[in-house]
């Protein structure tokens, strides 16, 4: 059967992992009866009790294309992925959870403007990292890499990473340091565009719920 979001209920496309926790309790937090999303189960779509809501779980990196593309209309996505994304979608609120920064790292005393030659960068974030570095007027060779960003300078396939980072404990354990921060990053609410007008008398409360238990 194929399934679209047409009707009243309010589709949520959430990450799997990291963030899913947090997530879940700010919706409890909103009265959306939704304990059952941190059950572990191999089920995709799970919805609250009152049937309202629904929940869909999609890999973090997928939670923008789900929402700009009307399947959901709301997300929880990191910063990150968001700048990655590019999304067309609306940034509704910092839900301060996941926080992190996107930085650039490296071994001490690298000096990002220095390298003549071309500056090699290893990263998750291509789309995010390209934009940026032009911004900067830098010429990078992005090397996209999927995982142990950290790896980069450390084996000599790159000069720098563009990563995430938490606690620090990555880059310390493995000898890097931060060279420059590039900005903030936590959770965010997004919501599609069209949703925010069709659905707009429950999605205006609900956003407005969220902040609230955000800053309580
Ligand atoms: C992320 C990121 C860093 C690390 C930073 O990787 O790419 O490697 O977390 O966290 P820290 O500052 O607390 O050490 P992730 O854990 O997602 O694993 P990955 O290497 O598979 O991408």
């Known amino acids: 059967m194929v399934k679209k979001n047409m009707d009243k209920t309010v589709v949520f496309a959430l990450a ?32 609250d ?5 629904e929940f869909i779980f999609v890999k973090p990196s997928d939670v923008p ?19 990655e994304s590019g999304a067309d979608v609306y940034e509704l609120a910092d839900l301060k959870f996941g926080a992190c920064k996107l930085a650039l790292a ?3 005393g690298f000096d990002v403007t220095e390298a003549r030659n071309g500056l090699k960068v290893a990263t ?12 900067r007027g830098l010429n990078a060779d992005i090397i996209p890499l999927h995982g142990s960003i950290e790896l980069g300078p ?14 620090g404990k990555t880059l310390r354990e493995n000898g890097l340091s931060v060279l420059e921060e590039i900005c903030d990053c936590s959770a965010r609410l997004i919501v599609n565009k069209v949703s925010l007008k069709t659905k707009s008398a429950v999605l205006i409360p609900l956003v407005t719920k969220i902040k609230e238990a955000v800053s309580e």
């Open 49 to 53: 009790k009152s049937g309202a809501y």
């Open 106 to 108: 490296g071994y001490a």
């Open 154 to 167: 450390i084996v000599g396939l790159s000069d720098i990473i563009l990563d995430i980072v938490e606690s």
């Open 124 to 135: 998750k974030y291509g789309n995010f990292a390209r934009s940026y570095f032009e911004s």
């Open 65 to 83: 294309v789900y929402v700009e593309r009307g399947v959901a209309d709301v997300g929880v996505v990191g910063k990150d992925t968001l700048l």
């Open 16 to 47: 799997k992992g990291r963030l899913a926790e947090k997530s879940a309790e700010i919706l409890c937090r909103c009265g959306i009866d939704c304990a059952n999303i941190l059950e572990p189960t191999r089920k995709l779509i799970l919805t």
